[in-house]
């Protein structure tokens, strides 16, 4: 009879150990599964079809300045929104509205013979790339002249001027930075030349993995408060980038248009463009 119960003891002692180790093992199998379904979908295209109720609505990612109405800043330049804040971009509650770090991407027009309100920047700072047109920019003392190719890095605290000297509008890009509590900005406008600016290195940090072709204009020596960068990047007629994430559908993207890669889906672009991204 001892030797039954102590049997029968060493039965439920096995019997719990083998439930128990199991019960861990299975614990550190699934933790471990989720672990590598997550590196996969870094690396890998979604193989399940696209959901509406589990997967982004990419066409919130993409916008134009068309979609916007004109905004009135700097006195007499005319901005349409293309990109906006948001503080949860995975959930933006309107179209373009993706912008977590930057406080807006637009297109802006100066009119002819026009010139820009004195403007100092307060808490942000601003970033011009002029693509239309000829004109100035001043502040502090300088004066710079402004056409197709160049980039003008604005600091906040410092008054300055845009004045269209062509016979076209003076069109442009513009990049609204928030500046952080005691970021120090730059004392003078600080301009460059696309056209003078060399190609990244493909080989170093600077690689970007949809671009054939990029250059970084500004970084955060430069005087960027929030941004790392602000690069160029083009792409010749019919070639194509690497995949990159970004959704399971695909979108013709057209000129003045602007696509943020969201964080849980995948896709590449293609044809010939050439963009500015930050």
């Given amino acids: 009879m001892k030797k039954f ?3 029968s003891l060493i039965l439920v002692l096995l019997v719990t150990l083998l439930v128990f180790t199991t019960g861990v093992y299975s614990q550190d199998n699934e933790k471990k ?5 997550y590196r996969s979908a870094l690396n890998m295209l979604d193989p399940r079809s696209f959901d509406p109720e589990l997967d982004p609505d990419i066409d919130m990612y993409i916008n134009t300045w068309t979609n916007s109405i004109p905004i009135n800043s ?3 330049l005319v901005e349409r929104y293309i990109m906006t804040h948001c503080d949860d971009p995975l959930n933006p509650p309107r179209k373009g509205a993706v912008l977590k770090y930057t406080n807006r991407f637009s297109r802006a027009l100066l009119d002819i013979g026009c010139i820009t309100s004195p403007t100092t ?6 970033i011009f790339y002029f693509v239309e047109g000829e004109g100035e920019i001043s502040g502090g003392g300088k004066t710079f002249k402004v056409r197709k190719g160049i980039l003008a890095l604005v600091p906040a605290e410092l008054e300055f001027t845009l004045l269209n000297t062509g016979d076209k509008p003076l069109i442009m890009y513009l990049i609204n930075e928030p ?3 005691g970021f120090r900005p730059n004392d003078n406008i600080l301009v460059k030349d696309e056209g003078t600016t060399i190609y990244r290195d ?3 940090y600077n690689h970007a993995h949809w671009i054939h072709n990029g250059k970084e204009i500004f970084n955060i020596n430069d005087g960027l408060g929030t941004l790392s960068a602000v690069n160029i990047g083009t792409m010749h007629s019919m070639t194509i980038g690497l995949r990159t ?9 057209g000129h003045w248009s602007a696509g943020k890669i969201s964080n849980n889906s995948v896709g590449r672009f293609d044809g010939s463009s050439r963009k500015l991204h930050s």
């Fill in 5 to 7: 119960y102590k049997l």
């Fill in 33 to 37: 599964y989720t672990e590598q379904q």
């Fill in 74 to 76: 700097h006195g007499m």
């Fill in 121 to 126: 920047l307060k808490g942000e700072q601003e």
């Fill in 179 to 181: 500046i952080p509590d």
């Fill in 202 to 204: 493909q080989k170093g």
């Fill in 245 to 253: 994430l970004m959704a399971k559908e695909s979108r013709k993207s």
